[in-house]
């Protein structure tokens, strides 16, 4: 069993920061890519961003794309979401996810274990 624990969420003036951590346990984490999901109030659950099991192939969601960067740290069992530039549309519960293969992916089918999220508000 796999358990993801999402943290670093909170409030934000726009064009701020924040730096979400996800820490992974149950499986071996350097062996699966990692992902980044999120959902507003009233919509669906998107993709953000992916990480392949090494860090050397990442993909980002064209909303966030030179805003948010992935990074992940395998000794500490641990992804990560460094987003800048936030603004109003980027609140949303955010998610961390395992894909249990090697390579990223962009979709929700695709993933196999989901933290319970973190909640991420982006004041005006």
């Known amino acids: 069993q796999v358990q993801l624990v999402e943290s670093g969420g909170g409030l934000v003036q726009a064009g701020g920061s924040l730096r979400l951590s996800c820490a992974a346990s149950?499986?071996?984490?350097?062996?699966?890519?990692m992902g980044w999901f999120r959902q507003a109030p009233g919509k669906e659950r998107e993709f953000v961003a992916s990480?392949?099991?090494?860090?050397?192939?990442?993909y980002y969601a064209d909303s966030v794309k030179g805003r948010f960067t992935i990074s992940r740290d395998n000794a500490k069992n641990s992804v990560y979401l460094q987003m800048n530039s936030l603004n109003p549309e980027d609140t949303a519960v955010y998610y961390c996810?395992?894909?249990?293969?090697?390579?990223?992916?962009?979709?929700?089918?695709?993933?196999?274990?989901w933290g319970q999220g973190t909640q991420v508000t982006v004041s005006s």
């Open positions: 996810a395992l894909r249990v293969l090697a390579t990223i992916a962009t979709t929700r089918d695709q993933y196999d274990y």
């Open positions: 149950g499986r071996t984490f350097s062996s699966y890519a």
């Open positions: 990480i392949s099991r090494t860090g050397g192939n990442t």
